[in-house]
């Protein structure tokens, strides 16, 4: 069983930064390869990047690649997203997600971002 909590949302103009945290407890974190996912207002859930378990590979969405940046710290049970060039179609709620495989298991409840134009 893992935990996650995510944090570092808020209220940002277009073209800001932010970043986001993955805090996990529980099992061993390292085994976990982590994804991201957000959901607008009236949208359906989205992927948005993805890291391994050990960090050496990561798949990004096209609608962030460039922008967007994720990293892990396994010491720490944690993970980062790092989103630069904010747009405000990239409000949304984001959850960070994470499973031994492709199939992510364990989910966080998400924490929002709001970018103003």
């Known amino acids: 069983q893992v935990q996650l909590v995510e944090s570092g949302g808020g209220l940002v103009q277009a073209g800001g930064s932010l970043r986001l945290s993955c805090a996990a407890s529980g099992d061993t974190f390292s085994k976990y390869a982590v994804e991201w996912f957000r959901q607008a207002p009236g949208k359906e859930r989205e992927f948005v990047v993805r890291?391994?378990?050990?960090?050496?590979?990561?798949l990004y969405a096209d609608s962030v690649k460039g922008r967007f940046t994720i990293s892990r710290d396994n010491a720490k049970s944690t993970v980062y997203l790092q989103m630069n060039s904010l747009k405000p179609e990239d409000t949304a709620v984001y959850y960070c997600a994470a499973g031994p495989s492709y199939s992510m298991d364990y989910w966080g409840k998400g924490t929002l971002v709001t970018v103003s134009s």
């Open positions: 890291i391994s378990a050990s960090g050496g590979s990561t």
